[in-house]
T-cell receptor, first 113, second 113 residues
Framework: DQQVKQNSPSLSVQEGRISILNCDYTNSMFDYFLWYKKYPAEGPTFLISISSIKDKNEDGRFTVFLNKSAKHLSLHIVPSQPGDSAVYFCAASAVLGNEKLTFGTGTRLTIIP | SAVISQKPSRDICQRGTSLTIQCQVDSQVTMMFWYRQQPGQSLTLIATANQGSEATYESGFVIDKFPISRPNLTFSTLTVSNMSPEDSSIYLC??????????FGDGTRLSIL
């Protein structure tokens, strides 16, 4: 039972354009949602999070949008840069920090120079 | 954020043997977790390492196969016992605390021959 889904295994975007990565979840108990970036041979790096009481959180080039009624969130990266090429994981938990993270399967983002 | 060191970074082992993976953090942390990423799949929580008591295992993971120690607030070990080729994965340590996102080490890449 995949509680967190990332339906696009890969995405290619031109440098300077907007990258939009999507994530869907099924468990209504999730209250926190996080995005991680992973380079080969490295561990996941935390990017940005959002709690269920908000619908948007912004940090520099990264913005996460949450649509709780649709159980959907998205990560926007603008403008996209070559260094953004990585695998992006969406994750969810009921409590931030103290509980397990449930991860999606990841989306490989390639930024085309 | 905390600096997390995992050892070894990679290993190739014979089936039937055991390997202990170490996770060292440069500051005291409340929560430590162990995840597994099988080839082409997402990250899955194995267990929560509890300081001074037995780890809390997720469904499908047992203490006999994945014994875990956490003697203090900065160190934990995960042992993969009686290894088979199906145990070939990346094993990742993460740390967290209430209200904080989890941060990950770079992982241990394990191959079983």
């Amino acid at each position: 039972d995949q509680q967190v889904k990332q339906n696009s295994p890969s995405l290619s975007v031109q440098e300077g354009r907007i990258s939009i990565l999507n994530c869907d979840y099924t468990n209504s108990m999730f209250d926190y949602f996080l995005w991680y970036k992973k380079y080969p041979a490295e561990g996941p790096t935390f990017l940005i999070s959002i709690s269920s009481i908000k619908d948007k959180n912004e940090d520099g080039r990264f913005t996460v949008f949450l649509n709780k009624s649709a159980k959907h969130l998205s990560l926007h990266i603008v403008p996209s840069q070559p260094g953004d090429s990585a695998v992006y994981f969406c994750a969810a938990s009921a409590v931030l920090g103290n509980e397990k993270l449930t991860f999606g399967t990841g989306t490989r983002l390639t930024i085309i120079p | 954020s905390a600096v997390i060191s995992q050892k070894p970074s990679r290993d190739i082992c014979q089936r039937g043997t055991s390997l202990t993976i170490q996770c060292q953090v440069d500051s005291q942390v409340t929560m430590m977790f162990w995840y597994r990423q099988q080839p082409g799949q997402s990250l899955t929580l194995i267990a929560t390492a509890n300081q001074g008591s037995e780890a809390t295992y997720e469904s499908g993971f047992v203490i006999d196969k994945f014994p875990i120690s956490r003697p203090n607030l900065t160190f934990s070990t995960l042992t993969v016992s009686n290894m088979s080729p199906e145990d070939s994965s990346i094993y990742l340590c993460s740390v967290g605390g209430f209200g904080m996102p989890q941060h990950f080490g770079d992982g241990t890449r394990l191959s079983i021959l």
